[in-house]
């Protein structure tokens, strides 16, 4: 079978790659994302997701290249990992009962089969009302610091936080639209092989 590569240290999105059953290998790309400038968001996630993507496949241009970047945006900012405990207090604070959007940039490569694609899906994201309590309990019981906007829906606590959702469940849940991946996936024959 092709050697798949997950360009990505993401737990979350190792899990996803996980339940499908196929071998996979992580293989961050070691960019420098602050590099990469641009005012849109939504874009900048897609840039980023292909420069991933890019950087692996100039050492392995044989394998299928997996790559993905999150962000969360509320009240037009992009909220990144919380460096401290407070911050991410006041980033819950400022997401509580609020509207706003979650874009996951992805790009796959697929040289075989003629396969470049970088594109972008879009949550929309609904916070529930939070009292101080539930703000102080959640930053104190979770890794806060590793998580852009400073919680993880993923896990129940942080899904706990959300009221609703419209749009890539798995790009906001695991920071990797499964939508977008399986079909490609399916056009590089990868579920063919073996049987």
């Known amino acids: 079978m092709k050697k798949i590569i997950l ?8 899990l996803l790659m996980e339940s499908i059953g196929i071998p996979f290998e992580i293989m961050p790309a ?5 590099a990469i400038i641009e005012s849109n968001q939504k874009n900048r996630a897609q840039k980023i997701a292909k420069a991933k993507a890019d950087f692996i496949y100039s050492d392995f241009s044989n394998a299928i290249i997996i790559a993905a970047d999150t962000f969360t945006m509320f009240n037009n900012r992009a909220y990144e990992k919380p460096e401290n ?10 997401q509580s009962g609020q509207h706003g959007f979650c ?3 992805f790009a796959y490569i697929d040289k075989d089969k003629n396969i470049n694609v970088s594109d972008v899906a879009v949550t929309e994201i609904v916070f529930r009302k939070l009292s101080d309590f539930e703000i102080n309990k959640y930053v104190a019981e979770n890794q806060v610091l590793t998580w852009s906007a400073g919680f993880c829906p993923a896990y129940p606590a942080g899904a706990n936080l959300i009221a609703t959702i419209k749009g890539s469940f798995t790009s906001f849940t695991h920071g990797l639209p ?3 991946l399986m ?3 399916e056009k590089s024959g990868v579920f063919n092989e073996g049987e």
């Open 7 to 14: 360009a990505s240290q993401s737990p979350q999105r190792k």
């Open 30 to 34: 070691n960019i420098d994302e602050k």
């Open 85 to 94: 405990l407070d911050e991410a207090k006041q980033m819950l604070k400022e």
């Open 103 to 105: 874009f996951s940039g």
């Open 178 to 180: 499964m939508e977008l």
């Open 183 to 185: 079909t490609l996936l």
